[in-house]
């Protein structure tokens, strides 16, 4: 990696750092609130239309995104010809969405509160299609910044309409609301602050030229669409909307950590690895590089939060979502594998090997299928003290999915990228082993009778302190770069 790149990429990957804290952070403050404030109900029947907007938002992308930043040079015709596109589509959309609003209520329990809920928030997928390109065009210069300051504040501005319509009695109208606000907030930042503007005209040679990357990922995409919330649809539709809230809260918040850090490497490595697509020794050095830091980040933030979930939700809800504390732990294990198959995924992308992304992600929803087949009997189950018993299978039977869809995975990118297989697990395993040492006092704190802020604050802190201890003892070369670069010493 030239110093030039390394350092473009470490600016990149500090912006993007930069904004999904900040976003966590947002998403934090307002979801306690409306936690809080809010039902079971009120969140399953949100998780209920955000099942269907996540298929929209898929399909108004259309994959072209992903291939705009493959592309080494794209043109000013390229970026207008996709934005003309997505709006048209968003729109389509939103009508064909609009008169099947009352099939989804019949859906879950034929709540008819659902129509208007949906009807407004599928207003969402236009505001965020327009904000596509313009984002694309700051992540493809490695400018991340403008985009981190839209989406904060796009997501402050959000955060004050959703928690005032909380507290003001509005139910799950305040979630509704708080994305719309959101949504266009951020395009509006966009679309002021880039010097960009579209061409009034639609290439179709041009979308065209996009289709062999574009449609390979928008493939990809929907079946890993359908992955994330095939459970969402079963578990509202057989299990009910109060245990769909349960899930979601656990899902919600799980993501925060999974999807922080997967939006976080695609941002930054993917740019970077297109500019040497073509340079294979290099490719590949930059690749274990990635490993490395990608693992260096992952263990400890998944499993330092599985581990610290109890004193997390009691210090952020009281006992009211303590149901959702073993869902949310096992979200968090499989989101470990589920950012990794992401990274190998980059690496694909990179080298515009879009059938492979797809042949790795019809294994892994073959699998998640089959996993699904075999708890779905236990789905509905319930004890006494564990109203989500049933689902708690159901996500052991994803995780054994998504684990063996990551053995596949690894095979998949050795072959693509000449790394051998032992390489990808050899970068990892240091430090899982330096984070299960972090844990070490965690398990100790958490014994203690303490209040869950002490506990969650404590453990945090003493985790931290041994995981970079133990990455200083072992001279972590990876440390060394982050420590050096915040410090301003990267040359």
Known sequence: MTSDLKLRTA?????NVIDRLSQQVLYAVTGIVLARELTQADFGLVGAVLIFQ????????SGFSSALIQRKNPTRLDYSSVLWFNLLVAAALYIVLWFCAPLIAWCFENDQRLIPLSRVMFLSFILNASAIVQTNRFMKEMNVRPVAISNAIGLGAGAVVGITMAVTGWGAWAIVWQTIVS????????????RWLPLMRMSWPA????????LGMMFTSFLNTVFLNLYSFFIGNRVGLVSLGYYTQSDKWSKLGIASLSQVLTSTFVPALSGVQDDAPRFRNMVRKMNRLTAYLLFPAML?????????????????????????????????????????????????????????????????IIALAVTFPYMAMETADDPVFGITILLYG???ATFLAWVVAVVTVSRLTGIPSRNYIADCLPYVALTLLSLVPVH????????????????????????????????????????????????
């Open 183 to 194: 949504a266009a907030v951020k395009s509006l930042i966009l679309w002021a602050v880039s």
């Open 304 to 368: 330092g939060l599985a581990a610290l979930a109890t004193p997390i939700f009691h210090t952020l809800f009281g006992t009211k979502w303590d149901a959702s504390i073993l869902l949310f732990q096992i979200l968090l294990i499989r989101g470990v594998f589920v950012v990794l198959n992401g990274l190998y995924g980059n690496y694909m992308l990179a080298l515009g090997r879009s059938r492979a992304i797809v042949a790795m992600e019809i294994v892994r929803d073959v699998a998640a």
């Open 207 to 214: 979308l065209r030229s996009f289709m062999s990357v574009g």
């Open 444 to 491: 100790f704190i958490l014994s203690a009778d303490i209040p869950a802020w002490l506990t969650l604050a404590t453990a945090a802190a003493a985790a931290l302190v041994v995981y970079i201890g133990a990455n200083a003892v072992t001279h972590s070369r990876i440390q060394s770069d982050v420590i050096s670069y915040f410090r301003g010493r990267l040359k």
């Open 11 to 15: 600016r990149s990957l500090k912006w």
């Open 398 to 400: 994803q995780l054994a």
């Open 54 to 61: 996540a298929f929209a938002n898929l399909l108004v992308d």
